[in-house]
């Protein structure tokens, strides 16, 4: 087995080149607009972690910036914490919901569906985090294909 003779990492080195972009920074043209939609449980996995830090960026972008949570993707958008809504039990308890709300308070629209809020998880509007619109089922489709028309950047977020 060969011996490795190398310096232990420590806090400071840089183990990459992060400063080097390939790509030009694309920016939204005036009127163009991102969808992100989540069909997901909350903290399963880091999908809704990294893809409402990409709305969010998105919507730095310039692009007017919608989030559709359905289907299990609605967990994300109701509020909690513990031992009563808003406190937060550990360090990144809240950490979708902070998200959420700070995309919203930077101008993103977020909806949430009504059937799965209901019929999948017994909770009530009144469940969503502030800010979060409630939709029929039957909007779920048409956001999407609004979206679509546009030739709006779409992004798919689905785990099972």
């Known amino acids: 087995m060969p011996k490795v003779e190398r310096e232990m990492n420590k806090d400071g080195d840089f183990l990459v080149d992060y400063e080097e972009k390939v790509f030009p920074d694309v920016q939204a043209d005036p009127g163009e607009k991102a969808l992100v939609t ?18 969010t960026r998105l919507l730095r972008k310039g692009y007017e910036t919608s989030i559709l949570l359905y289907g299990p993707g609605v967990t994300m ?5 513990f031992p009563t ?12 919901n902070q998200r959420l709300t700070k995309f919203m308070e930077e101008g993103g629209k977020v909806y949430g569906c009504r059937f799965s809020t209901q019929a999948l998880y017994g909770q009530t509007e ?4 502030p800010g979060i619109t409630p939709i029929n089922p039957l909007d779920v489709l048409d956001i999407i294909l609004i979206h679509k028309k546009a030739g709006a950047v779409i992004m798919d977020s689905w785990t099972v």
């Open 77 to 81: 958008g109701f509020q909690r914490g």
């Open 126 to 129: 009144k469940a969503f985090i």
């Open 38 to 55: 989540f069909h997901t449980v909350a903290f399963e996995g880091s999908i809704s972690i990294v893809n409402t830090l990409s709305a």
């Open 85 to 96: 809504l808003g406190d937060e039990a550990f360090p990144g308890h809240l950490f979708v």
